[in-house]
């Protein structure tokens, strides 16, 4: 069958137009840890086993708009459909099983094992394809995405094919046969002395021996066709285990533990017999090979699983939408209403019920020619980290295909999300601090291009405030020639208050302009309201708020050391 076979397994793909241009998975790459990709990955995943599947398609920062809006059409179908949606989540432990067969042809060592699994795959892919194809046919009036009404022509041809129709009618013939073989009779002597001495293998049977009856034993009574034996029927723990459902390496113990018995060997070679026309029946379906699922096993289940995402979200109250694409060379974003998934999945799982669209604080971004640099300044604790990976994440859903956490979103995709965040001081660290630092820095610029989104959270705070600041105004002047979009969270004041200066004094198209994570005067001292705005610095670092807050400030200790002395006094 020439649409199943091994060549032509990926010509029809849920993620690519073309699944030759696919490019290889990217290694999982540490920094985004910083974004909280695993957790996402996590949260999209309908089950284990797609996990890292699904992380490296969020890795893989796609740029054409084409094939993006071909991803996107996907997922719109799957939210316009629930019923059609639920039902590929039903499919997947099918095709999962079928994944799973095949890994388990791999592991067989005898002719019996191999031809048994390789019916099992042929009678898996012939009930994928066809409860795939019937549950695209259903739906196909509702569905408008060129992926799906293109896997939907190709299963209705590969049904339709002579081959496809002789395969599902003889199988179950097949099997059938296979099935009346189901208990083997062995004939062993007995030495004088009563002990076994030798064993033959008398005729295979179409019926299971059985224990004895209480009353049969007890009586004498016995019928040759009852096949029921005169002592307990002994099973052994190997084979209970493999009843049960083992894993692959028990298996693969207890064949080994039987072939080395001279007696199963003779088994084999009987059953043998048996298969070998089951084996030459099979035989013309060589061509056929699973592939064509198997590559769509993890595309189904990231559509899946995001379409859950989604609906999952607003269900709480969080509003998720389908990014508009703009022009690479316009290397802006605009979003309205951004908020952190990360922190959006945290609280969910803390609070299993109600809405969360009170509890979350959303913000607006835009890089334009109004700013793509933006210092952003404002207290400890102030949400500041918060929405500096919550514009990472933007772009990495919307450049997977997926839709992001935004009341509206439009955006030029970037070719990296470069990230430069504070890493945990080690004993072994030859450099220190600031030459770990530095090391990562210098890794950063030399990947980055003007259409990279450099993210910079508290980047060269390891050494004095003021060579901190004039090895960051450096950077940022770096960044403005560069053209890039950037993001820098930083405690120097100084270096926001110097947006405009650095705007006029170096060359380039991409403003630096300063954010500021705002506070709010209360009876009880300032409130952080985890709101990000333009604006200019505040020129403070809040360390009063900051040392009030932890009970540190000048009249706080003042008033314990007060307190200790007249403790002392007394």
Not at 485 to 505: D, G, K, P, Q, Y
Request: hydrophobic share 40%.
């Amino acid at each position: 069958m020439s649409s199943a076979s091994a060549s032509e397994a990926q010509t029809i793909s849920l993620l690519w137009r073309d699944p030759a241009e696919s490019p290889d998975a990217p290694a999982a790459s540490a920094a985004a840890d910083d974004l909280r990709v695993k957790v996402i990955a996590d949260a999209i995943a309908p089950h284990v086993d797609y996990r890292r599947p699904i992380e490296n398609l969020l890795a893989t920062l796609l740029t054409d708009a084409e094939t993006l809006r071909y991803r996107q059409a996907v997922v719109e179908d799957c939210l316009r459909n629930p019923a059609f949606t639920d039902g590929l989540r039903e499919l997947l432990p099918l095709i999962r099983g079928l994944h799973n067969t095949v890994r388990d042809i791999r592991a067989r060592r005898n002719q019996v094992s191999l031809v048994l699994s390789r019916l099992t795959e042929l009678e898996n892919y012939v009930e994928c394809v066809s409860a795939l194809q019937a549950l695209l046919a259903r739906h196909r009036d509702q569905l408008e995405a060129v992926a799906w009404l293109a896997l939907a022509d190709e299963l209705e041809r590969i049904v339709a094919e002579p081959d496809f129709v002789q395969m599902a009618e003889e199988l179950p013939r097949l099997r059938a046969e296979i099935r009346q073989v189901v208990s083997v009779t062995i004939g062993v002597n007995l030495s004088p002395d009563l002990k076994p001495v030798a064993a033959t293998l008398l005729s295979l049977n179409r019926e299971r021996f059985r224990g004895p009856r209480f009353f049969r034993k007890l009586w004498g009574i016995d019928e040759y066709e009852d096949r029921r034996g005169i002592s307990p029927l002994r099973e052994s723990p190997e084979a209970t285990r493999f009843r049960n459902g083992s894993v692959l390496a028990e298996r693969r113990e207890m064949l080994d533990r039987l072939a080395a018995n001279a007696l199963f060997s003779d088994l084999g070679k009987v059953l043998d017999d048996v298969i070998r026309p089951i084996a030459r029946a099979l035989e013309r379906y060589t061509r056929v090979h699973s592939g064509l699922l198997r590559a769509l096993e993890a595309e189904i289940a990231f559509y899946v699983g995001g379409a859950k995402l989604i609906e999952g979200l607003r269900a709480r109250g969080l509003p998720m939408c389908a990014p508009q694409l703009l022009p690479l060379d316009e290397r802006r974003l605009e979003a309205r209403a951004l908020y952190n998934l990360d922190l959006a999945l945290r609280l969910a799982r803390q609070q299993k019920v109600g809405d969360l669209g009170e509890q979350i604080v959303s913000n607006d971004a835009s890089f334009d020619e109004a700013g793509r640099i933006h210092i952003l300044t404002g207290p400890n604790r102030g949400g500041k980290t918060t929405h500096i990976q919550a514009v990472g994440l933007l772009h990495v859903l919307a450049q997977a295909g997926l839709y992001v956490p935004a009341q509206s979103a439009a955006l030029s995709p970037v070719d990296a999300v470069l990230l430069h965040f504070p890493a945990e001081e080690k004993p072994n660290m030859e450099s220190g601090r600031l030459g770990e630092e530095a090391g990562r820095l210098r890794d950063v610029f030399s990947r980055a291009t003007r259409h990279s989104l450099l993210l910079l959270n508290e980047s060269l705070a390891s050494t004095s405030a003021t060579e901190s600041y004039f090895l960051a105004r450096d950077v940022v002047s770096c960044l403005r020639m560069l053209g890039a979009r950037a993001l820098f969270v930083t405690h120097l004041h100084e270096l926001a208050a110097a947006c405009e200066s650095i705007n006029s004094e170096v060359d380039g198209d991409s403003r630096v302009q300063s954010l500021v994570s705002t506070v709010e005067d209360g009876a009880g001292g300032l409130r952080r309201t985890y709101k990000v705005i333009p604006a200019p610095p505040r020129g403070q670092s809040y360390a009063r708020e900051i040392a009030r807050q932890y009970g540190i400030s000048f009249e706080q200790l003042g008033a314990l050391l007060t307190k200790g002395q007249g403790s002392g006094t007394a």
